[in-house]
């Protein structure tokens, strides 16, 4: 039972890079989430997706952005990353908007 | 401001020592209140969600409790793989969002 995979584990990434963060689940949730987690504060929602072919922005969308063109994946894109974006990332996913969520490992990414 | 706050920050215990950890918040219109429990290097793990004020849910030496101002989670009698961070969130108003509190690192010593 995989539910949800992210990819990669971690990454170091070079400062104006552009980087995409994989997300795929296997339970035909409808809703997924893309979450940032840093030291000291609570996890902050940077995009969402209640259905696939429609995405919503979060708390801290810019900089950020997402698709889902299908059920099963959430990518999320990085355009022109900063150090700023230096964090851990979940990705989540959920049988509906508001109900309780499933979490991915997570993607530790530095911004050097 | 929607807002959740948890405390203590950390908490250290001896096993079999209980306790409990706190969930304050100030929403507009509380719709759910969730507990998960994180791993170190792992995804939240989903613990319980409670609806209304008086609910309460268990699991193993877990109680969660909630008022119409904040939820407890009682921790009975911990043993040291109780070790965790555990985050409380909360859905309210119209917004199914969920707003996360920074979590209480729990650590249980043999």
């Known amino acids: 039972i995989a539910g949800i995979t992210q990819a990669p584990t971690s990454q170091i990434l070079a400062a104006g890079r552009r980087m995409t963060l994989r997300c795929t689940q296997d339970?035909?949730?409808?809703?997924m989430y893309w979450y940032r987690q840093d030291l000291g504060l609570g996890l902050r929602l940077i995009h969402y997706s209640n259905t696939a072919g429609t995405t919503g922005k979060g708390e801290v969308p810019d900089g950020y952005s997402v698709s889902r063109a299908n059920t099963d994946d959430f990518p999320l894109t990085l355009a022109s990353a900063v150090p700023s974006q230096t964090s851990v990332y979940f990705c989540?996913?959920?049988?509906?908007?508001?109900?309780?969520?499933?979490f991915g490992q997570g993607t530790r990414l530095t911004v050097v | 401001e929607d807002q959740v706050t948890q405390s203590p920050e950390a908490l250290r215990l001896q096993e079999g020592e209980s306790s409990s950890l706190n969930c304050s918040y100030t929403?507009?219109?509380?719709?759910?209140l969730f507990w998960y429990r994180q791993d170190p290097g792992k995804g939240p793990e989903f613990l319980f969600t409670?609806?209304?004020?008086?609910e309460e849910k268990e699991k193993e030496r877990l109680k969660a409790t909630l008022t119409k101002k904040e939820s407890f989670l009682h921790i009975t009698a911990p043993k040291p793989e109780d070790s965790a961070t555990y985050l409380c969130a909360v859905q309210a108003g119209s917004n199914y969002q969920l707003i996360w509190g920074a979590g209480t690192k729990l650590i249980i010593k043999p």
């Open positions: 929403v507009s219109g509380l719709r759910g």
């Open positions: 989540a996913s959920s049988v509906r908007d508001g109900t309780e969520a499933f």
């Open positions: 409670l609806y209304s004020a008086g």
């Open positions: 339970m035909r949730h409808n809703a």
